[in-house]
Structure formats: structure tokens, C-alpha cells
């Protein structure tokens, strides 16, 4: 089993930032993939980030590229989120998620882990 916490959301005007953190316990293996997705109300839950455990590989939804920026710390097992120039559209509630896999999916239906998420509001 593994287990996801989030920490990190609030309330940031458009162009700012915020860094989330996602702290990793359990059973990790060397090929699990994390994931951030977000979902904001009346909307399907959506891909955001993800990166391989040990790789560092990295993949981007094309709405946060060049804002965004994953990276995982495997001693302190931990997933961050960097969000720069945020935008009132990048307002959801963040999760993050994992899956025992060698491929990546921006399916967030694949993943079998998930935190209980973080809310990001972002202001006009």
C-alpha cells in the first residue's frame, strides 16, 4: 500500500506561485509512476504533471508546459509541484497520485493511489 498527502495549496493572485508537496509512504517501487491532477468543480478530474520514481522522466499537460515543473526528492520521498505565472484557470483542487507502471497515462482512471487533495484558488 501506499499513501499520498498534499500539502502546499492556498490563495495566489494571477502571475504568482505556489509549490506543492506530496509526501510518499508505503511500499514504493522503482517503477511507479506520480502524477499530479486536478479537478475543478463541474469538470472531469484532469492530467497536470508526472514523473518516473527513479528516471526523473517528466511529461506535461500542454496547458501548464513552461509553467509547471515536477520533481521528486527520493531520499525524503516526496513529489513536488512548482506553479509558476498562475492563471485563475489553473483554480482546482490538486491531487496527487501514483501507479505501479513503466509507461506513463494521463489517465487519471489508471492510478490507484491518490491523496485527499489541495485546494489552489487563484485570483483575477
Known amino acids: 500500500q501506499v499513501q499520498l498527502v498534499e500539502s502546499g495549496g492556498g490563495l495566489v493572485q494571477a502571475g504568482g506561485s505556489l509549490r506543492l508537496s506530496c509526501a510518499v509512504s508505503?511500499?514504493?517501487?522503482?517503477?511507479?509512476?506520480m502524477g499530479w491532477f486536478r479537478q475543478a468543480p463541474g469538470k472531469e478530474r484532469e492530467f497536470v504533471a508526472a514523473?518516473?520514481?527513479?528516471?526523473?522522466?517528466?511529461r506535461y499537460a500542454d496547458s501548464v508546459k513552461g509553467r509547471f515543473t515536477i520533481s521528486r526528492d527520493n531520499a525524503k520521498n516526496t513529489v513536488a509541484l512548482q506553479m509558476n505565472s498562475l492563471k485563475p484557470e489553473d483554480t482546482a483542487v490538486y491531487y496527487c497520485?501514483?501507479?505501479?507502471?513503466?509507461?506513463?497515462?494521463?489517465?487519471?482512471?489508471?492510478?490507484?493511489?491518490w491523496g485527499q487533495g489541495t485546494q489552489v484558488t487563484v485570483s483575477s
Open positions: 514523473i518516473s520514481w527513479t528516471g526523473g522522466n517528466t
Open positions: 508505503g511500499r514504493i517501487y522503482s517503477t511507479y509512476v
Open positions: 497520485a501514483a501507479v505501479r507502471s513503466a509507461y506513463y497515462s494521463s489517465d487519471y482512471r489508471t492510478y490507484d493511489y
